[in-house]
Structure formats: structure tokens, C-alpha cells
């Protein structure tokens, strides 16, 4: 029986479970995927025991993927740059293993959603809105499929500035203020802030300058429809919602933990949006 976790504090939120969860039913694999929660203070304690208590890997989330990262035996070169963790594994030596898988899974939504050649349509360039941990993994996840040319904005100009250190020949911030005249040279835009998130603030910005060929993605997924989606919809865009981005990061912990690669099917995808609707 092979065991897998996600931990944060709080997790019941969490919809990993049911990924995993059908997938494990699916490939009819005898193994178990459990939500623990564990307070700051017990998190070091936590991982150090796993092994012993039979875990062969999981799912780190809030508050503890910066401590995964100081805490871990190895690092993957993708989380060392992201400097955050969110999914650890053992190898054959029992050395535990931090990765992020949040930049392959946005990318790989991307491929699924706009097809493989999207970053040749976009003409190199993109513009991301945010500068929080998730944008940071999807600056180094654009900048891996090798786009030349990626703007972030964000409302504390100094976040926008440490990730150009990433890259500076391909990565620029961008004063918020400035965001309508970057618009009309940009191929992909990306909301990464918690802007147009059920219960937060709206993203007020407008679409219009944007090149007509432009695609926009959101990874808020509560709404599923945010209102950025909504306009970039209405404009006629290629709209790309954030929960596809959920479904594909769980993809490498399964493949590691439970050795068979999974797939995000649509029947997984209505399983989850079901979920997020509450029917
Ligand atoms: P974070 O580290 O707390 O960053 C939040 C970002 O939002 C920062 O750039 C922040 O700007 C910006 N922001 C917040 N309120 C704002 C406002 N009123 N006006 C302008 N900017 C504002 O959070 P995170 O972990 O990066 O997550 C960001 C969002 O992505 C959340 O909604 C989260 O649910 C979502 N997410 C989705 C996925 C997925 O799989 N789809 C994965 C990870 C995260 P400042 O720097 O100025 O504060």
C-alpha cells in the first residue's frame, strides 16, 4: 500500500485529495492520499518522520512551502529557482526531494488549452500581473518554454523588480500604472494576483488595446469564470481558467509516488468543476 499526502494548515480546503484520489480509482492502484494538517511549529518534526510512518511522498502547501524548501535533502533545479516547494518525494537512497510543480503545470494547461505552438503565436512576449509565489513559478515556467520577452506588473513594484533577477535579459518589471499602454505588445497575459478571486477586489483593467490574436489566462479558478475571462471572452480572445493549472501540477507527485503517469481528462475536470460549483 502506497501512501501520499498533502499538508498545510488549514487543508480542508484542499481539492487535492480528489484529483488523486480518482486517479488512484481509476488505475486501480491499492494506495491512499490523505489531507494532514500541521501547525508551523510541527511541520519540521513532520517531515523528518515520514519515512517511518510509510509515506513515499506528497503535497506541501500554505504555510509551509517555503520551510519544505530549507527542510528538504535535495532540491529539483525548477524548485531552486522558485525557491518554494510543493511536492516531496524519496529516492532509492531515501533522501527526500523538494520540486514545484506549479511552472510545468501552467505550461502544460497552456499546450492542453491553446496548442503546442502558442509561444510562437504570442510572438515571444508576455505580461504577467502579480508577483507573488505563484508568479514566480510562471515566469520561470515561461521563461523555460523560452519566451523571449516577459513584463511583470505588479502593485509592490519592488516584488515585480526580484523577479527579473531570473532572467534580466528576458524579464522586466512594469509599473502598475503602465499596464494599459503595455498591453497592445503583448501575446499572453496572465492574472496571477488574487484580483477577480471570489471575495477579494476586481481586476480593473481593460482588454482593449490587447493585439487581437492575444491569449489571457487567469489561475484564480473560484470563480471558475473570472471577470477578466469573461472580457477576454467577449473580445473574442483565447481564454485560459486557472484549474487547469490545479489539475496538471498534481500530475509528477502521482508519477513519483504511485509510478504510473496520469492523465487530466475531462472527466477528472468535471469531477472537480462539480466540486467547485458545489452540486
Ligand atoms: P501571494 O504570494 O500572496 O501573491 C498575491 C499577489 O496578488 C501579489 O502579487 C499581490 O500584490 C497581488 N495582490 C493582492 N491583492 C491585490 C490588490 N488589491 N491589488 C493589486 N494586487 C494585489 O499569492 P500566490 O500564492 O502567488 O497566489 C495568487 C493567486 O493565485 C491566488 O488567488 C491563488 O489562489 C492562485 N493560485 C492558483 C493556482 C492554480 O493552480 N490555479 C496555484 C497557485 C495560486 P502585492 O505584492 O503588491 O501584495
Do not use: C
Not at 19 to 26: D, K, S, T, Y
Not at 49 to 62: C, K, S
Not at 144 to 160: K, P, S
Request: net charge neutral; glycine share 10%.
Amino acid at each position: 500500500m502506497t501512501k501520499a499526502f498533502v499538508v498545510g494548515h488549514p487543508i480542508a480546503h484542499s481539492r487535492s485529495p480528489l484529483i488523486h484520489g480518482h486517479w488512484l480509482a481509476e488505475h486501480g492502484i491499492a494506495g491512499t492520499y490523505e489531507r494532514i494538517d500541521v501547525a508551523p511549529e510541527r511541520f519540521p518534526e513532520f517531515l523528518r518522520t515520514l519515512r517511518e510512518r510509510g509515506f513515499a511522498g506528497g503535497n506541501v502547501t500554505i504555510p509551509h512551502k517555503e520551510a519544505a524548501f530549507r527542510l528538504v535533502d535535495a532540491l529539483t533545479p525548477r524548485a531552486e529557482k522558485i525557491g518554494a516547494v510543493n511536492t516531496v518525494f524519496f529516492d532509492a537512497d531515501g533522501r527526500l526531494w523538494g520540486d514545484n510543480t506549479d511552472a510545468p503545470g501552467f505550461i502544460a494547461h497552456l499546450d492542453q488549452s491553446l496548442g503546442a505552438d502558442w509561444p510562437e503565436r504570442t510572438g515571444g512576449t508576455a505580461l504577467v500581473l502579480g508577483a507573488g509565489g505563484a508568479a514566480r513559478a510562471i515566469v520561470v515556467g515561461l521563461i523555460e518554454r523560452g519566451l523571449a520577452h516577459i513584463q511583470v506588473a505588479n502593485r509592490t513594484r519592488a516584488r515585480a523588480e526580484a523577479l527579473v533577477a531570473l532572467d534580466p535579459r528576458r524579464v522586466a518589471a512594469l509599473d502598475w500604472a503602465d499596464l494599459p499602454a503595455a498591453l497592445s505588445g503583448t501575446g499572453l497575459l496572465v492574472n496571477t494576483t488574487s484580483l477577480g478571486m471570489a471575495g477579494h477586489g476586481a481586476l480593473d483593467l481593460d482588454l482593449t488595446p490587447l493585439p487581437a490574436t492575444a491569449s489571457v489566462a487567469d489561475i484564480v479558478y473560484v470563480p471558475l469564470e473570472t471577470p477578466l475571462l469573461a472580457a477576454a471572452r467577449a473580445r473574442g480572445l483565447a481564454a485560459v481558467d486557472g484549474l487547469g493549472m490545479l489539475l496538471h501540477q498534481a500530475v509528477p507527485g502521482f508519477s513519483k509516488w504511485f509510478g504510473v503517469e496520469p492523465r487530466v481528462t475531462p472527466a477528472l475536470r468535471d469531477r472537480l468543476v462539480a466540486d467547485l460549483v458545489g452540486r
